[in-house]
């Protein structure tokens, strides 16, 4: 597994920003596509956005689309998630993962940041 390092959380008013990164440490993994999951107090975690890394696809989930934007820096391995006219609904603990080339899927994930948007 990889280690994921996040940061950028805080609290913001709605309407606000706020940009969340994660960096993963180690140099040579081959990854795939790094995405970012979050999850409200009672409820399942879900899907936010993602991006491949060596074609820079983005993908989003239909809440967030048009708000957030997800986006690499592919030289220090991290990836950041910028969001805008935030929602007290986008309150919750937002996490990063990474699936590498070989497994393609997510096997190591951030410690979590945790946003918080007041109405």
């Known amino acids: 597994q990889v280690q994921l390092v996040e940061s950028g959380g805080g609290l913001v008013q709605a309407g606000g920003s706020l940009r969340l990164s994660c960096t993963a440490s180690e140099r040579t993994v081959s990854i795939w596509t790094i995405g970012w999951f979050r999850q409200a107090p009672g409820k399942e975690r879900e899907f936010v956005a993602s991006?491949?890394?060596?074609?820079?696809?983005?993908y989003y989930a239909d809440s967030v689309k048009d708000r957030f934007t997800i986006s690499r820096d592919s030289a220090n391995r991290t990836v950041y998630l910028q969001m805008n006219s935030l929602k007290p609904e986008d309150t919750a603990v937002y996490y990063c993962?990474?699936?590498?080339?070989?497994?393609?899927?997510?096997?190591?994930w951030g410690q979590g940041t945790q946003v918080t948007v007041s109405s």
């Open positions: 993962a990474l699936a590498t080339n070989t497994r393609r899927r997510y096997d190591s």
């Open positions: 991006v491949n890394w060596s074609g820079g696809s983005a």
